[in-house]
C-alpha cells in the first residue's frame, strides 16, 4: 500500500500541537528532581521522557508497520526498512534553563531515504515541513535557502557537542576562521533549529560533530528540499548516522567543507 506523505504530514502536525502543549504546560512544573544526566553536561527531563511516549504512540497510530528510532530510548527499527526517527524536545538544556529555543524533530526513513521530515520550534510555533518530491515549509508557505554569493555576507551556525574528548582547539580554529571570513556566527543549542533555519533562509550554513540521526535527519531533508546541500564533513553521504553534518546554500557548504575536511 502506498504512503499518502501528505496526509501523514496533516496528522503529524496535530500530533506535534498536541504534544506541544503538554510541553510546554508541564515547562511550568519542572524542577530539579526531574532532571537527570545521560552524560556529564548531557541533560534530560521527565518532560522528554514522556513527550517521546505520547509522539511514540501516536506515530503507531499514524502509520503502524513502522519502526522506531527514538533519543528516549525506544529502538525497534531495521536499517533498510520503514521507521521514525524521533527527538521529543532537540535542545533540552535550552529547555531546562527557560532558552525559548527547542523543537521536536520526526523524520521517517524508508529503505535509507528520508521521505518526509517536521520540525517543530514549540516556543514560536513555527512547523516546517517537507516531503519527498514536494517544498519545504514554514507554517504552510513554501521556504527556500538564502541565494547568496558573497562570503562575507553569510551567517553561519554551529553547535558544540556533548562529547568532554573533542578536539576544543581545531574546532574552536574553524570558527575563528569563519569569524574573520563571515558577517559572523551562531550558536542556538538545537541542531535541528539551526538545520531548519538555513532552509528558511535565516542562516547561510550550519555544521557540527558528534551528532545523532535524530538531531538532524529532519532537519537535513528540509534543507535539501528548500534547495541547500548536505554532506558529511568529508563531502559525503553520511551525514545521519556519521556524525558529521554540513549544511547549507552552495557558498556556505563549499567553504565550511574547506575548512572541516581536515577536522
Not at 75 to 96: A, C, H, R, S, Y
Amino acid at each position: 500500500m502506498a504512503i499518502n506523505l501528505n496526509l501523514i504530514c496533516k496528522e503529524l502536525y496535530s500530533l506535534s500541537q498536541n504534544t506541544r502543549e503538554y510541553i510546554l504546560s508541564a515547562r511550568k512544573k519542572l524542577d530539579k528532581d526531574s532532571i537527570h544526566f545521560k552524560g556529564a553536561t548531557d541533560l534530560v527531563s521527565d518532560i522528554d521522557i514522556e513527550a517521546e511516549k505520547k509522539l511514540v504512540s501516536g506515530l503507531k497510530t499514524i502509520l503502524p508497520e513502522a519502526g522506531i528510532l527514538a533519543e528516549e530510548g525506544h529502538n525497534n527499527w531495521e536499517k533498510g526498512g520503514l521507521f521514525w526517527i524521533v527527538d521529543p524536545i532537540d535542545g533540552t538544556t535550552n529547555f531546562i534553563h527557560g532558552i525559548p529555543c527547542f523543537a521536536i524533530s520526526i523524520a521517517l526513513m524508508d529503505k535509507g531515504e528520508i521521505i518526509l521530515g517536521i520540525v517543530h520550534e514549540l516556543s514560536r510555533d513555527e512547523f516546517f515541513s517537507a516531503i519527498k518530491d514536494g517544498p519545504a515549509l514554514l507554517n504552510d508557505i513554501p521556504i527556500n535557502i538564502r541565494d547568496n554569493n558573497h562570503l562575507i555576507e553569510c551567517l553561519i551556525a554551529t553547535g558544540f557537542p556533548y562529547d568532554q574528548e573533542m578536539d576544543l582547539n581545531a574546532y574552536i580554529n574553524i570558527m575563528t576562521e569563519i569569524v574573520k571570513n563571515t558577517r559572523g556566527i551562531r550558536r542556538l543549542g538545537s541542531a535541528a533549529i539551526d538545520l531548519a533555519y538555513v532552509a528558511a533562509g535565516r542562516f547561510d550554513a550550519f555544521y557540527e560533530i558528534k551528532l545523532n540521526p535524530w538531531d538532524v535527519a529532519a532537519g537535513a531533508f528540509i534543507v535539501q528540499r528548500a534547495g541547500g546541500k548536505v554532506s558529511d564533513f568529508k563531502g559525503g553521504t553520511n551525514y545521519i548516522f556519521g556524525k558529521s553534518i554540513v549544511a547549507g546554500n552552495e557558498i556556505g557548504i563549499n567553504y565550511l567543507l574547506q575548512l572541516c575536511k581536515s577536522y
